[in-house]
């Protein structure tokens, strides 16, 4: 069985980056043989929060950093990620299905991370998230 | 563009156009970015009002694709236009389901069933 994997590292604001320890992330996932849909849904994870964390948070700002930490182990895989930007409020983010808003291009991330992961906390002013995923995890759970 | 660099591949049957989408993973901006241009040329350039979205080979996308998709949905009804989406892969579905863009977009399971809604 493969040993407990402890993950910490700083990126700067862009995207490829970004990209880059997404890709780590889940190849750590691949080496503790997650299943097909829990790497889906933290990729699909992964990818909303350093997007909203580099792009939102820092916008894109040369001076600030991303910081990534995962744990990874057989039961689950848990990421901190810490941005430098103003923070913001959960709360103040609008409900994308509405009526209002369905036809918004964005404002889907925070909606799609809750419903695959089964932790996600906003912390620090909105600029720390903690993420959690647990193996085989029944998430999302569809009406239909 | 050269043929590589496209991120769809257009085939037209019956007088609708087919616009199967390349990429298996549609989650970075510059990718996005760039499909957004393919898609949005196909009505905003050429002036095509038949267009079925053929998703059989995308395995992810991203929050930031959806608003491209949701973009291209609202051009083609300003153009009096009809975009229908087939083929699209169980987890995919998912992401379409949660969100509720299942109840705006056209969904088809496959492109047969795609044709028959023009």
């Known amino acids: 069985m493969t040993n407990p994997v402890h993950f910490e590292i700083?990126?700067?604001s862009?995207?490829?980056?970004?990209l880059a320890v997404q890709e780590q992330l889940i190849l750590l996932m691949e080496r503790f043989e997650y299943s097909m849909r829990d790497i889906f849904a933290m990729r699909l994870s992964l990818e909303e929060s350093l997007t909203n964390a580099i792009r939102h948070g820092n916008k894109l700002s040369p001076d600030k950093q991303v910081e990534?930490?995962?744990r990874i182990d057989h039961e689950r895989m848990h990421v901190v990620i810490l941005d430098e930007g103003d923070g913001f409020d959960p709360d103040d983010v609008p409900d994308p299905t509405l009526e209002e808003f369905i036809e918004r291009p964005c404002g889907r991330g925070l909606m799609l991370m809750r419903a695959y992961l089964n932790t996600c906390e906003y912390s620090d002013g909105g600029r720390r998230l903690t993420m959690e995923r647990e193996r085989n995890s029944?998430?999302?759970i569809l009406e239909d | 563009m050269s043929k590589s660099d496209r991120r769809i591949d257009i085939e037209e049957i019956s007088g609708?156009?087919?616009?199967?989408?390349?990429e298996k993973k549609?989650?970075?901006?510059?990718?996005?970015?760039?499909l957004g241009q393919e898609l949005f040329s196909?009505?905003?350039?050429?002036?095509r009002k038949k267009i079925v979205l053929d998703f059989s080979l995308v395995e992810y996308l991203s929050s930031a694709a959806l608003g491209k998709l949701i973009t291209m949905h609202k051009k083609m009804a300003t153009a009096k236009g009809k975009l229908v989406l087939c083929s699209i892969q169980k987890d995919i579905m998912d992401v379409f389901k949660i969100t509720q863009l299942n109840k705006i977009l056209t969904l088809c399971a496959d492109l047969d069933e795609a044709l028959t809604k023009f």
């Open chain 1, 10 to 12: 700083k990126i700067p």
């Open chain 1, 14 to 18: 862009n995207t490829g980056d970004g």
């Open chain 1, 68 to 70: 990534i930490t995962c």
């Open chain 2, 26 to 34: 549609i989650l970075d901006e510059a990718n996005i970015e760039a």
């Open chain 2, 16 to 22: 609708v156009t087919v616009a199967r989408l390349l």
């Open chain 1, 138 to 140: 029944p998430l999302p």
């Open chain 2, 42 to 47: 196909l009505v905003d350039k050429d002036g």
